[in-house]
């Protein structure tokens, strides 16, 4: 497993959000896309933030009663995340991603976004090399 990069299992052209997207369409690409974060990038494709349901999920509820200026992206995105880079290890990945709770991790080649590493894919990959190793067995 070592020699196996995140490349290998990342998701490529993923999709993402413009730092000012507003909030309606935010939560459109959401649950369109299935995932509980998105990545946010400004018009060179550089990775600036992160943006998940639960941001959004506040957002709507503040400003539902404080009937506020419309929310963009950038106003509610997290700006301290978790990135990896293609060539990483996967074993190495394993192991530094137990400590986040994120399920979605951007990939990055010299601060731009180049894809997508979900959780769900690093698992069925371990499950996958422990067949393996039964089989072997």
Same mark, same amino acid.
């Given at each position: ?21 507003? $909030? ?20 060179? !494709?550089? $990775?600036? *933030? ?7 999920? !506040? ?21 301290? %995340?978790? %990135? @990896?880079?293609?060539?990483? *290890?996967?074993? #190495? ?8 709770? #994120?399920?979605? %991790?951007?990939? $990055?080649? #010299? *601060?731009? =976004?180049? *894809? ?5 894919? =690093?698992?069925?990959? @371990?499950?996958?090399?422990?067949? =393996? ?5």
């Amino acid at each position: 497993m070592s020699k196996q990069t995140v490349q290998k299992i990342m998701q490529k052209q993923p999709v993402s959000v413009q730092c000012q997207t507003p $909030l309606v369409e935010i939560i459109k690409v959401l649950i369109s896309s299935q995932q509980a974060q998105l990545p946010v990038i400004n018009s060179s !494709k550089q $990775l600036i *933030g992160m943006v998940s349901l639960i941001d959004c999920q !506040k957002a709507l509820m503040i400003s539902a009663y404080h009937c506020d200026k419309p929310v963009r992206v950038n106003d509610i995105m997290a700006k301290d %995340f978790t %990135f @990896l880079q293609a060539d990483e *290890g996967l074993s #190495e990945v394993a192991i530094k991603t137990q400590k986040y709770t #994120e399920n979605i %991790f951007p990939v $990055l080649n #010299e *601060g731009k =976004l180049i *894809g997508i590493m979900k959780r769900v894919d =690093l698992l069925v990959h @371990l499950q996958h090399n422990l067949a =393996l190793c039964s089989q072997a067995q």
